[in-house]
């Protein structure tokens, strides 16, 4: 049985943010009790290979001293295998399968959360990767396409593979990340899963934790954590014995991605737009600021946003 300090904590794959640059400042500045790191989806084309963007994010050299699982979205299974191959040339050792994504560009070709609906072809889709894989592969799942019992046929489908982990957040497609996750559907899963679980979905401190432990009978062992880490950078090591971040932490923090972001984009518009979209979650940390914060979201300049940083930290 392993106490809150000792499970296993993942800082989850999010489009747009927890790129090599996000994830090496929490790992250099919050890294402590962080076991994984996933790379934000890479999608499978037909025409053509991984783009510069997705090399340049998985690269071993942008992603040093950390454990990265690398994702991969498709419904094509020839193609996860190309991209699979390809990866274990990069020394890559674990790929991570998206059957989670709701965006309407992405689930509607019947990908990420799409695929979940198309059971026979998924089961298909399952036994081609798994019996022409050459290295481990889990899985990112929601526990249906429209209604969460699907969670239980879903299931019996996963058990018939060896599927390294199985991330399961508990919504479905048309949630996207909105209400409650449907926690009690997850405990069931759980049960009924052959394979290692890891739970997904809302974690914001100990007590959610200790809910998912209760409700698994002290099973769970492992947690992946998305918003509460991109809310609060030192969550997870908080949660494994640490110290919460000090006011001084999240500035040093806040600097260095503004200034890997200014490398390697040209002008600070996009730089802007980074900050601004972490800014996005980071709020919920600073409810009596919320002036200054709604000023930063605003801003049109950095010399603008750094004047807003330092009015709120
Ligand atoms: C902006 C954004 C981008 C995301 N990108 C991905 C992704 O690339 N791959 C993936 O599996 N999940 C992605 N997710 C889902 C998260 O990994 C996670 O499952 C979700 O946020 C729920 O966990 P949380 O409540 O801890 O944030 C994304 C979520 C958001 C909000």
Redesign the pocket.
């Known amino acids: 049985m392993k106490g809150i300090k000792e499970m296993e904590y993942y800082l989850?794959?999010?489009?747009?943010?927890?790129g090599h640059i996000y994830r090496n400042a929490v790992h250099e500045f919050f890294g402590d009790g962080v076991s994984k790191y996933?790379?934000?989806?890479i999608v499978v084309h037909e025409k053509r290979a991984m783009s510069f963007k997705e090399i340049e994010d998985i690269l071993p050299e942008h992603n040093e001293g950390m454990h990265l699982v690398p994702?991969v979205?498709t419904d094509d299974a020839e193609g996860f295998l190309r991209i699979e191959k390809k990866l274990a040339e990069f020394g890559y050792r674990e790929v991570?399968l998206?059957l989670?994504?709701p965006s309407k560009t992405v689930a509607s070709k019947g990908r990420?959360s799409g695929f979940l609906g198309r059971k026979e072809a998924l089961d298909r889709f399952l036994y081609e990767i798994y019996e022409g894989r050459v290295m481990d592969i889990s899985i990112?799942t929601r526990i249906g396409e429209v209604d969460p019992d699907e969670l239980f046929e879903l299931i019996e489908i996963y058990n018939k593979y060896p599927v390294k982990e199985l991330?399961i957040?508990p919504?479905v497609r048309y949630e996207y990340?909105k209400g409650k996750?449907h926690r009690d559907v997850f405990y069931e899963g759980f049960k009924l899963s052959k394979n290692p679980v890891c739970y997904?979905?809302?974690?914001?401190g100990a007590d959610d934790v200790l809910k998912l432990k209760e409700g698994t009978e002290d099973k769970l062992a492992a947690i992946?954590?998305?918003?509460?880490?991109?809310r609060d950078p030192s969550l997870i090591r908080t949660l494994t014995g640490g110290s919460p971040y000090t006011a001084g932490e999240l500035k040093e923090f806040l600097a260095r991605l503004r200034s890997d972001y200014s490398q390697l984009f040209s002008g600070e518009k996009p730089v802007l737009q980074k900050m601004k979209?972490l800014w996005g979650y980071m709020k919920y940390e600073f409810p009596d600021k919320e002036k200054q914060v709604n000023s930063l979201l605003k801003c049109r300049t950095l010399s603008e946003y750094k004047n807003f940083e330092l009015f709120i930290l």
């Open positions: 989850a794959p999010m489009e747009g943010i927890t996933y790379s934000p989806f994702q979205l991570n998206n989670g994504c990420g990112k991330i957040h919504r990340y996750p997904n979905g809302d974690v914001l992946m954590i998305g918003r509460g880490m991109l979209e």
